[in-house]
């Protein structure tokens, strides 16, 4: 299992999309949405005192740029606005989460 088909951008859903690998074989694996700006913000890297955090004045719609992984770990994520992040697994799935199937069903009846 890797990070590469953990974590992508859906551009229609608007939603960083997370499959959560399995802890044994046969399991089913958790999908779950979670908003981008959310993943940026959980950016923990150490700031210089006074300075704003490196989700200031960004739009809560930012896409990311890419998402690449590194290791089984983490994925690093370019955003539009220069920022580069390393987000660890662990975090992305400590995030406010937004169930998949409820936003393809609600997509489907619209």
């Known amino acids: 299992r890797t990070a590469r088909d953990i974590v992508r951008y859906d551009d229609e859903l608007k939603l960083c999309v997370v499959r959560m690998p399995a802890s044994s074989p046969g399991e089913q694996r958790e999908q779950f949405g979670v908003r981008a700006i959310d993943v940026l913000r959980s950016d923990a890297r150490a700031l210089m005192p006074g300075e704003p955090h490196v989700s200031a004045g960004v739009p809560d719609d930012i896409a990311p740029e890419s998402i690449t992984p ?41």
């Open 70 to 110: 590194v290791g089984n770990y983490a994925v690093q994520i370019s955003w539009p606005n220069g920022i580069n992040q390393v987000a660890p697994l662990d975090v992305i799935a400590g995030l406010e989460r937004v169930a998949i199937d409820e936003l393809a069903s609600s997509a489907a009846a619209a």
